[in-house]
């Protein structure tokens, strides 16, 4: 495989595993809807941020650590879970009638939080970790440097994800005052709640 062939090869399926809906997509989602485009970008930047650590981590050698250490893999699973679950039952429990995106000592949320969200909740899954480092090496062709080639295949996974982060927030900006109706607040919010929830549990028994 010549390094043209691996690029193009990796562009193709990276591209089909970054619109695949996730926890990613939904976060960016429910960030447009609550602050608007600039809110989004923070949240879409915390989440590339995320996998760039990720990603960099793998490719020096941490992520076959974190892969080889079942202690390891475990905390960081327990962490990452607990997280994901007390945000999304957050979200069920107390959904809010306004998307005036509040934190739970009354301020306005920032768009710092919202980075600061989004690059937590793929630092704290191991599974990101475990998906790079078995997902690079198989577009990594002969006789390349195997850690800038990796970096490069991190840092084109990560500028795919933010296009689609702009495509999404582009679709859903323009349905931002329909999406900031109360009954749309609570619905949306306990939809993302369960979504949370859902890839917590999912965290959490993953081996």
């Known amino acids: 495989m010549t390094i043209a062939q691996a690029l193009l090869a990796f562009l193709a399926a990276a591209s089909v595993l970054t619109v695949t809906p996730g926890l990613d997509t939904a976060m960016v989602l429910r960030s447009t809807a609550a602050g608007g485009a600039r809110q989004a970008a923070f949240a879409a930047a915390g989440i590339s941020l995320g996998c760039l650590v990720w990603g960099a981590a793998a490719s020096i050698g941490l992520g076959a650590l974190l892969a080889a250490s079942t202690f390891a893999f475990t905390m960081l699973k327990w962490a990452g879970a607990a997280y994901l679950l007390y945000l999304g039952l957050r979200l069920i429990w107390r959904p809010r009638d306004s998307f005036e995106a509040i934190d739970d000592g009354g301020s306005k949320v920032s768009g710092w939080q919202s980075l600061r969200q989004g690059f937590l909740t793929n630092m704290l899954n191991p599974k990101v970790g475990l998906f790079y480092i078995t997902f690079l090496p198989q577009f990594i062709p002969a006789g390349v440097g195997v850690v800038p080639f990796s970096l ?16 999404l927030v582009a679709l859903t900006t323009p349905i931002g005052r329909l999406l900031r109706r109360p009954r749309a607040v609570k619905a949306l919010d306990r939809f993302t709640g369960g979504v949370f929830v859902a890839f917590g549990a999912k965290l959490a028994l993953a081996r």
Request: glycine share 0%.
């Open 152 to 167: 490069l295949l991190t840092a084109i996974q990560v500028v795919l994800a933010l296009a689609w982060f702009a495509v």
